[in-house]
């Protein structure tokens, strides 16, 4: 069974399961409940993500789940693995199913996403120590960064061939550009960020592929150089839930860019930073409902 929590931050994060020893998607086997908290903070001038037990105070409403811990200011966001309603983490252990983990980045390249680009940047190798200590068993992570455009220059061909562009719009375009392989396609994994504040060089991932490994030399500077995707988006509004969805359909041209990725033996993590609501109708195409189906 696929949980679902995302959170209505800074930063929206979204743990979702999809893997155990019984093929039930659920790495608790029957038990649905087992869930843990890992205080992300609000990644904002925060480079670590701890664990806490004290002083949490929780709401709920419907599928959103938020718990403020006292003793960091931070909020705390659902994760599987060590609370449960009925009791503590020792009445849960994962199986021995759950040793790959399928990291998914949704980050908004929109004009206003700079500073959550580089606290995340600047948080990833902390996050990348909890998860592990969370899911203790995992040992073979992918790693896969998408945007929330389908291509960060669709509309700079008649800002830049007709008349100069605005200053900070459609940086590095010129006249006549094309996109290279899988880049002009929603939700296929970034490789090589592109336009305004995006780290304009290829990350050369040593996968070959359009995700990064466990075994991929300096793995923190590399996810840093791929998670930089930029804020040049020519998209309005941005589709983070859209993105997803295809990422993980494993269909269609994007399922052909992403080869490899999606596992059926590993654990999928989904994570969204943003800082604008998706709203069905009003961004991504389908429904909140739609939306879960996919996972």
């Known amino acids: 069974m696929n949980r679902t929590r995302i959170v209505p931050l800074t930063a929206c994060l979204s ?73 503590t983490a020792g009445d849960a252990q994962p199986g021995d199913g759950c040793q790959k983990v399928d990291f998914l980045f949704v980050i908004d390249n929109s004009g206003s996403m700079l500073e959550e680009q580089d606290n995340l940047a600047s948080s990833f190798p902390a996050f990348i120590n909890s998860i592990s200590s969370t899911l203790s068993q995992a040992q073979d992570y992918h790693i896969m960064v998408i945007d929330t455009d389908h291509w960060v220059f669709a509309g700079c061909n008649i800002l830049s061939c007709l008349f100069p562009p605005l200053p900070g719009i459609c940086v590095g375009y010129e006249c006549g550009d094309v996109p290279e392989q899988c880049e002009d396609i929603l939700g296929a994994g970034v490789t090589w960020p592109k336009g305004a504040n995006a780290s304009n060089i290829n990350c050369n991932f040593s996968s070959g592929k359009r995700f990064i490994t466990d075994n991929q030399p300096n793995l923190p500077g590399t996810f840093q150089c791929a998670a930089r995707v930029g804020t040049d988006s020519t998209d309005d509004p941005e589709r983070p839930m859209e993105a997803m969805v295809a990422a993980v359909s494993g269909q269609g041209a994007v399922g052909t860019c992403n080869d490899g990725f999606l596992r059926d033996d590993a654990i999928l993590v989904v994570t969204f930073i943003t800082d604008e609501d998706d709203d069905a109708g009003d961004g991504s195409a389908g429904t909140v409902d739609s939306w879960r189906q996919a996972l």
């Open 15 to 87: 743990l979702l399961v999809a893997c155990s020893d019984d093929g039930s998607g659920n790495i608790y086997g029957n038990d649905d409940s087992a869930q843990t908290s890992i205080t992300l903070g609000t990644l904002d001038g925060q480079d670590s993500i701890d664990s806490s037990d004290s002083n949490d105070t929780s709401t709920t409403d419907g599928s959103t789940d938020t718990t403020t811990d006292s003793s960091t200011g931070g909020t705390k966001l659902d994760v599987l693995g060590e609370e449960t309603s009925m009791g």
